[in-house]
């Protein structure tokens, strides 16, 4: 390999192409869901893509900062309260799109415990979807 062919080998997928990955696990985790809860239903796969697309953001945009607010109480708890942020994403989730609703309290507990476990897993499989924060270091370019 020449040395131009190992640098873009290592360099970190585009913000689209992740922000693409990023939608289709957040599909796949959903009907992961619906597929094992009879309380979550799924209108079409529209509203699936949709429900992704829609969690997607809300974990983006608002889970940081519910996050950073309830730091305290999530101290006092052990991360118990952190749970309820992800509950609430799902919650937010299913109000927003109308093709995508989860029944009951348990459900939404039962469906954020799939939601987390799935999230693990992808963690241990490497791709470009962990391409952030500290992993995404390794791949900057040594300044000369």
Do not use: C
């Amino acid at each position: 390999m020449s040395p131009n062919q190992t640098e873009s080998a290592r360099r970190p997928p585009g913000l689209l192409v992740r922000l693409g990955i990023s939608w289709l696990t957040n599909a796949i985790v959903l009907a992961v869901v619906a597929g094992a809860l009879s309380g979550v239903h799924v209108a079409n796969v529209w509203d699936l893509l949709e429900a992704a697309a829609i969690f997607g953001v809300l974990n983006t945009l608002l889970k940081p900062i519910l996050r950073l607010v309830t730091l305290p109480l999530a101290v006092l708890t052990l991360g118990i309260a952190w749970f309820f942020v992800s509950l609430l994403m799902l919650v937010l989730t299913n109000a927003i799109v109308s093709g995508f609703h989860i029944n009951g309290f348990w459900t939404f507990v039962e469906a954020t415990l799939i939601v987390w476990a799935v999230n693990m897993l992808l963690d241990f499989i490497p791709g470009p979807w962990q391409i952030t924060g500290a992993r995404r270091r390794r791949y900057r370019r040594p300044v000369s």
